[in-house]
């Protein structure tokens, strides 16, 4: 296996250098995230947390220059720094260090877990960068009212679509690598999973987007953004918490979606204990 990840991981390395998907603070902190969970979790565990890097990294660049008319595209052309993939991806990867540790690897809970941590930063990913290509203003969650592209809590049909949508590309890759091939029983109970817990996860994301959430207003530009940092200089406060920005959210996000998803199976509601026999 190390051998396989090694190999795969300097190929997905180049791939992400070529394509500009994260700067170098952002290729380290992947390429060890990426590293360990296909070591300790096998090709079951990398391949959700590969279609998610692939394929945001992907959205995130599409229609790029539409995205920073509206002042809300990422920076340096899409490329993700460090403190983003560490918001997204340490959750999961502490999941996995827990479950070997613990010799619980094949525990289906913490395979649910796992999936509900790398689904809600996925399903949050995409609903913003897809979000953003809707042609009217979002609304923002709690009160319905237009807000400008970008605003944190702001949500739209396309959005929605897309959060959907992530879930459909990540579970029927999940049912390729089960260690036994399950039927439509384990396929609908992961997706159940998670659908219920990657909704949630992003729903509550939305909620402390719009309350607690700092929100700045660029000096130069003008624009609505939640970054710091607009058109290279210091934004102004125009509310929330300053210390509770984007990177943050997402990472308790992150932890609310897996433990939405380990509570779903270790309570029983949802059941697929069968998918190691
Ligand atoms: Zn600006």
Aim: aromatic share 10%; charged share 15%; glycine share 8%.
């Amino acid at each position: 296996m190390i051998i396989e990840a090694t190999l795969v991981m300097i190929i997905l390395l180049l791939i992400s250098v070529k394509a500009g998907f994260v700067d170098p603070g952002g290729l380290i902190s992947s390429f060890v995230i990426g590293y360990v969970i296909y070591v300790l979790g096998d090709r079951l565990f990398f391949v959700p947390l590969l279609i998610f890097y692939i394929v945001a990294g992907l959205m995130t660049k599409l229609c790029y220059e539409e995205k920073k008319l509206k002042g809300a595209a990422e920076e340096k052309f899409g490329a993700r720094g460090w403190k983003n993939v560490l918001a997204n991806g340490s959750v999961a990867l502490i999941i996995v260090c827990i479950a070997t540790y613990t010799n619980n690897m094949q525990r289906p809970e913490f395979l649910a877990a796992y999936l509900g941590a790398i689904s809600t930063a996925y399903a949050d990913t995409l609903a913003t960068e897809i979000g953003l290509l809707y042609p009217r203003e979002p609304r923002l969650i709690t009160n319905m009212k237009p807000v400008p592209a970008g605003m944190p809590g702001g949500v739209s049909p396309y959005g929605t679509a897309a959060q959907l949508l992530s879930a459909f590309t990540i579970v029927p890759a999940i049912m390729l690598f089960l260690p036994t091939k399950g039927g439509l029983t384990v396929f609908f109970n992961l997706l159940a999973i998670v659908l219920i817990s990657s909704l949630l996860g992003s729903t509550f994301d939305s909620f402390i987007g719009a309350t607690v959430q700092a929100v700045y207003r660029c000096k130069i530009c003008g624009k609505t953004t939640e970054r710091r940092v607009h058109c290279n200089t210091e934004a102004q406060l125009l509310k929330g918490i300053r210390y509770i920005d984007n990177n943050l959210v997402n990472l308790i996000t992150t932890i609310i979606g897996a433990v939405i998803a380990y509570m779903l199976v270790y309570s029983g509601l949802i059941s697929f204990e069968n998918y190691i026999d």
